[in-house]
Structure formats: C-alpha cells, structure tokens
C-alpha cells in the first residue's frame, strides 16, 4: 500500500470515530475482556552505545549501517502500519562511543539538561525504558542524574540498594493503554513491564557499585514480582531482558538468562539484548527449542535486534479472550534492518532527531579533529 493510500484510510477511519457517540466508548469499558481480538506490536531498540548519528566517528564518515536517527525512520513506518503500538530500549544506551565519552568527560551535562540519548528517547516517546550494565560505567551520580531527564518510566528489578534492601529502580510498571481491537471497540489494556541485567555488575563495575548497590540473579528476581505484577492487575507482562539468550544450564550467576526467563508463564514476551546479537536469526539455530523463524524460544515471542541502532526489533502480538483473561494466542517476532548486507542504506534519517542531536555530534567530531583523530 502506498503512503497516501494508508493516509487516507487511517484519515477516514478517524472521522468515523471522532463521530461515533461517547457513551459507545463507556459501553466498552464495561465490557472490556469479554471478546475481541486485539493486535499489538511490540517495538525494540536495544544496545545503542550512544550511536544516535549514522557516523564513524573512528573514521570520522558516514556510516549507514548505524544510528539511531536511522532507526527512528523505522519506528515510525513501524508504528504507522499497527493500530496498536509500544515502543522500548532495552539497556547500553549512553556509553560506547566517542559522543558517549565527550559528554561524560569533557563537556559534562549540564544541570537541567537533557541528555541526548534521553533528549532523543523523549521524541521518540518510548513507552519505557531499562537499563544495562554500561549505564554503570559512569557511575551512579552520573547515571541518577542523566536519569532525571527521561520522560518514560525506567524499569529494573534485579538491582537493589544495599542501604533499603528495596529495588533501586523502579522495578516494574504498570502501563494502562487504550488498545483498539480488530472491530474498531477500544479496550484498556493494563501492560505490565518489567526489567533485567546481567548480576556480573557487581564485578564489571565494582569501584562505582561495591558498597551501594547488590545485583540479584535475573530468573529469581523475575519470579519474586510477575505475581505481585500480576496481582496489580497486568492484563500481559513484557520482559525488557537485558540479557541474552543461551541454553547453558542455569545458575544465579547467569549472565544471558532469555532460555530460563521465557519459562515463567505469566512473561508474554522477552525484549533480549545485551550480546549485540539477532534474534530470530541463524545465530541461534542450534540452541534447542529455538523457533528461528517465528521468533520464539520455548514457545516464547523474543526479539533481539542487533546492537548500534543497526536494526529494530518487532514483535507482533495478537490477543485474545481466554477464561475472561487476555492471553496471547499468536505472536511472530522479527528485526528491520537499516541498511543491506553491503551497507547500503534502506532507509533516510529522521530529520527531527537529526536537528535535535547534531549539536552535540559537531561537538564531539570538533573535539576530536582537535585532537588530530
Ligand atoms: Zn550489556
């Protein structure tokens, strides 16, 4: 379908809702998991490291297998071809280039400033965050205090403060969105998201985390709030797995727990990251009960999708009434690339975010001509 064929349909099934009387919509509420069907599509951004620009700053060129201002193109042709959509990082967004590094060690982010990983997330409207184990790298004060920009909820519940002995983050959270099924009645959907990382911190990052915070094993942690999730009323739970995939048997220690998190019931569908790999993709065709083709491990929608802004993970859900709950009774997972096997773009920037970040960009590629790189 081309661009002005999809205007015009979702432009005339505006009108007709905008004309649809109020008290049909009150009439839904009351009725809500009952019946219909409901599509909703899943969006994933994971391991950025920074990599908002589609540029090398090693080679100091345009680079278009990477950048954020590439994916976003994708996150917008992704939403606009779902009625129903939600958007997550999943974790290693702020270290990992040089833009990364001149903002935490030259320039300094200015108190009241956002920074342009979250100034981006922010446009983009993500619908929540997590974090990795590099947003520790510079510290704790640092990250507290990027973190104060994010307009989204941040999620992590395997991370705890040695003082409370409670999750330092915010463990979960409980999005309430007003999802529209496939007969046009709209329904309010409780979301339930949910956040993990590797519990390796505590030695990746001892000198900033000894002593402040503890990290407890992902699985464990996992079981200890799906229920309590559950019992706030989530009507699904969305994994957002800082985390790979790796049949291993498990131990506390795991470090790439989706194999064992894709086995607790109640998780719907796993957001997998952290090993900058590809799922569903031929990486994983050996590890047992792994779907490569419809994305799924042990029978679980996952999605991991690459690293760098490189691809965006999807993943398509379709929900059902099951014994007066929503269940998922369909899913099929898969990435959108931004650029071909040769490095050939598919995709054009987003301008917008282009504009929003560049300032930051020049600054680090002045920064570094300045030092003869
Ligand atoms: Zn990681």
Known sequence: MNFKKLFLILFISTIIWSQLPSSRFAEDSMTVNKNGIIDLRILE?????????????????????????????????????????????????????????????????????????????????????????????????FLNSVLKGVKMPVVNANVYSVKTNKPYFKPYVILKRRVVDKQGIGHDLKIGVIGFMPPQIMRWDKANLEGKVLARPIVESAKEFVPIMKSEGADIIIALAHTGIDSEPYHPETENAVYYLSEIPEIDAILAGHSHSVFPGPTFKDIPMANIVEGKIKRKPVVMAGAFGSRLGIIDLQLEVKDGKWKVVKSISFTRSIADENGNPLVKPDKRLFKLIKREHQETVDFLKKLGI
């Open 45 to 141: 951004t994971t391991d950025l490291h920074a990599a908002l620009m589609n540029y090398d700053y090693y080679q100091t060129k345009i680079d278009n297998t990477i950048g954020l201002v590439k994916t976003a193109s994708l996150i917008h042709q992704a939403r606009s071809e779902a009625v129903n959509s939600l958007l997550f990082d999943n974790g290693d967004h702020l270290k990992g280039n040089p833009l990364g590094e001149y903002l935490v060690r030259i320039r300094g982010i200015q108190k009241g400033k956002v920074h342009p990983v979250y100034r981006a997330f922010n446009y983009l409207k993500y619908d929540a965050i997590t974090i990795g184990n590099h947003e520790f790298n510079y510290g704790l004060k």
